[in-house]
């Protein structure tokens, strides 16, 4: 019961994410992850998103050694094929792809073929697993950094292994890194201590993308719910925010 009336109140009112511009993390080309199951459901992720604001989405399908081994022409002829329904449909968004990649044993060898998919201005979105950090994780980054790739971490909020560290994120942001943050983290959809770590680094500053990692009609719902979250305002409002520069 007295956890309850410390808890934060809601806004009245959904923040306003029009001011955003462009979505940077997604999962909508339908069937090659985990994300939008099919062509129909992807169109609908992409009317409503737009409905909340959004003028262009950067779809970003995982891509890992063991489970997702999406490659540029499976992506590529994935969102080319939603491109057309979209057209058809009539929705008013832009439409690009990317990729999301895992820091695993198979990055490296992407990182010597070339065949990274890039946001914006060289962008690169990367993620890392849950339970460990990879041992590799400054070099390869120093690498990509060298070749002039500009890196991008998903939703730092959800490392919990460096919950009490936070001089990790900060070395991180040292090494010139930005973050991404996922607006549903703030929901407590992943827990406790991910909304908690989100709502800190928020406070910090450290904050530069906001994604929405929509990857289905249920994880719609809760997006939305999301927009009722203070802290979303607060970090909107604070003009760190760099997506309408992708």
């Not at 511009?21 to 998103?49: A, F, N, Q, W």
């Amino acid at each position: 019961m007295l956890g309850n009336l410390f808890k934060k109140k809601k806004l009245k009112n959904p923040v306003d994410l029009s001011g955003l511009v462009t979505d940077m993390h997604s999962h909508l080309v339908p069937g090659i992850d985990d994300g939008s199951p099919d062509m129909d459901s992807s169109v609908e992720l992409v009317r409503e998103m737009h409905k909340l604001g959004y003028r262009k989405l950067i779809t970003t399908p995982h891509v890992s050694s063991d489970i997702y081994k999406n490659s540029p022409e499976t992506i590529q002829d994935g969102i080319a094929q939603l491109q057309q329904r979209i057209s058809l449909e009539g929705i008013p968004v832009t439409l690009q792809a990317s990729a999301e990649y895992m820091i695993d044993d198979g990055f490296e060898l992407l990182i010597k073929e070339n065949k990274l998919q890039t946001l914006g201005d060289k962008y690169l979105l990367i993620e890392l697993p849950y339970f460990n950090v990879p041992p590799n994780l400054y070099d390869v980054t120093f690498e990509l950094q060298i070749k002039g790739f500009k890196i991008i971490l998903a939703h730092p909020e959800r490392y919990l292994y460096w919950y009490h560290q936070m001089d990790k994120f900060e070395e991180l942001r040292d090494r010139g890194i930005f973050f991404q943050m996922n607006i549903i983290s703030l929901s407590g959809q992943y827990g406790g201590q991910v909304k908690k770590l989100a709502e800190k680094l928020v406070d910090l500053g450290m904050i530069d993308f906001l994604g929405s990692d929509m990857h289905n009609l249920q994880y719609l719902e809760i997006f939305k719910a999301s927009l009722y979250e203070p802290y979303l305002q607060k970090i909107i409002e604070s003009s760190n925010i760099k997506n309408h520069l992708l």
